[in-house]
């Protein structure tokens, strides 16, 4: 069984930042692609950023480009989402999400039901 535990939400200012982190457990963490999605209330999940198990490529929103870096330690079993420049509309919760194996090679990267694995979410509130 894998469990995904996720960290470091919280309240922040428009401008300022945040780093989220999420803690595998039960299995080999270097086999898992990884992935941030976000959802607010009132709208449906949504993507924020993936990576490839090796860490060599990573996949964006187009509204977090520039703003937003995804990255993993291995070693540490931990997935990490850097924040910067953060919006009132990036208030959300943040889940972690884990697949096993590659990611496709497509759009369903950013698709909910391509996750196998999911963490309890991190509230992030950014006030104007």
């Known amino acids: 069984q894998v469990q995904l535990v996720e960290s470091g939400g919280g309240l922040v200012q428009a401008g300022g930042s945040l780093r989220l982190s999420c803690v595998v457990s039960?299995?080999?963490?270097?086999?898992?692609?990884m992935g941030w999605f976000r959802q607010a209330p009132g709208k449906e999940r949504e993507f924020v950023a993936a990576?490839?198990?090796?860490?060599?490529?990573?996949y964006y929103q187009d509204s977090v480009k520039g703003r937003f870096t995804i990255s993993r330690d291995n070693a540490k079993n931990t997935v990490y989402l850097q924040m910067n420049s953060l919006k009132p509309e990036d208030t959300a919760v943040y889940y972690c999400?884990?697949?096993?194996?590659?990611?496709?090679?497509?759009?369903?990267?950013?698709?909910?039901?391509?996750?196998?694995?999911w963490g309890q979410g991190t509230q992030v509130t950014v006030s104007s």
């Open positions: 990576i490839r198990r090796s860490g060599g490529s990573t």
């Open positions: 039960g299995r080999i963490f270097s086999r898992y692609s």
């Open positions: 999400a884990a697949r096993a194996g590659s990611l496709p090679t497509n759009e369903d990267t950013y698709n909910v039901d391509t996750y196998n694995y």
